[in-house]
């Protein structure tokens, strides 16, 4: 079974970067699609970047050419970097593993997760 720890969030100004971490254990990291997950106060929570077994990445729009998603199969980590940061972004953020071969949105197709990470951006 595979467990996943986060890492990496914090307090940050408005236009200010993060890099999120996520740390797998306890199975195969390069056979998952990989995800991010964010859920704001009040909000459902929403994928905003995943990633392939074989690299291809997807972004949400509320996040694109802000965040670059990245995986490293050999330390089984995944990476979020998120460069200027809104207020919006304020979030407790979530790495999520699928198991199935064909890429997915929906938080519901996502077995395993974190505990989660707070990013907070102050205006």
């Known amino acids: 079974q595979l467990q996943l720890v986060e890492s990496g969030g914090g307090l940050v100004q408005t236009g200010g970067s993060l890099r999120l971490s996520c740390a797998a254990s306890?199975?195969?990291?390069?056979?998952?699609?990989m995800g991010w997950f964010r859920q704001a106060p009040g909000k459902d929570r929403e994928l905003i970047a995943g990633?392939?077994?074989?690299?291809?990445?997807y972004y949400a729009d509320s996040v694109k050419g802000r965040s670059t998603i990245s995986r490293d199969n050999a330390k089984n980590t995944v990476y979020l970097q998120m460069n200027n940061l809104k207020p919006d972004d304020t979030a407790v953020y979530y790495c999520?593993?699928?198991?199935?071969?064909?890429?997915?949105?929906?938080?519901?197709?996502?077995?395993?997760w974190g505990q989660g990470t707070q990013v907070t951006v102050s205006s």
């Open positions: 999520a593993a699928c198991g199935t071969l064909a890429f997915r949105t929906s938080a519901a197709d996502y077995a395993y």
């Open positions: 306890g199975g195969t990291f390069s056979r998952y699609q």
């Open positions: 990633i392939t077994w074989r690299g291809s990445t």
